[in-house]
């Protein structure tokens, strides 16, 4: 299939169930057999705000500097709306077990998204609003609330992150619930 996370554009007939996009993703443990993942995004579930972590991606070299021209029209077209995101709480990101209002919500559970090396869209930072908190768990939570484009609150100190990062995020939710 050529490497992890492509994605690739199936055609669909339209009066069925209209456009679909494709991610297809393979890992390979060197004990188990290759483990083929496909996750289906269409743009009546985009319309509805059920995004994933394939409609944040955009073109940026691993840990390489962010400009806010990288964004897609995907990524503009959802900054400001109400969504559900479905990933996993990075543990290092809380303090506590339960009761924490903001934590970093990241692509999976694996090495890819909880070490150096991650995407700048693999992670989104998650704000709970006034009164609501989260707990943490290590099964997969789906957080609802505004999804906000913000290039300016999550820079590196000084500008310089590990290998020339600029940013350890570019996505904020401010949520309502995460569960």
């Not at 339960?98 to 700048?120: I, M, N, T, Y």
Request: net charge positive.
């Amino acid at each position: 299939l050529g490497g992890l996370g492509r994605t690739f554009a199936l055609t669909c007939v339209p009066l069925i169930c209209g456009p679909l996009l494709a991610s297809v993703s393979v890992a390979q443990d060197p004990q188990t057999q290759p483990k083929v993942e496909i996750r289906l995004s269409s743009e009546a579930q985009l319309a509805k705000g059920a995004i994933n972590f394939d409609d944040l991606k955009f073109d940026i070299e691993k840990d390489g500097a962010f400009d806010e021209t990288m964004w897609t029209e995907r990524l503009k077209k959802i900054n400001g709306k109400k969504v559900t995101l479905r990933g996993y709480i990075l543990p290092s990101s809380t303090y506590q077990n339960k009761g924490f209002s903001q934590f970093v919500l990241v692509r999976d559970d694996k090495e890819c998204c909880f070490g150096p090396g991650a995407a700048l869209y693999d992670c989104v930072f998650v704000k709970m609003l006034p009164g609501k908190t989260a707990d943490f768990t290590t099964r997969a939570v789906t957080v609802e609330g505004k999804f906000v484009l913000d290039p300016e609150t999550y820079k590196y100190p000084g500008g310089k992150g590990p290998r020339g990062a600029t940013h350890m995020a570019v996505f904020r939710i401010d949520a309502v619930q995460a569960k």
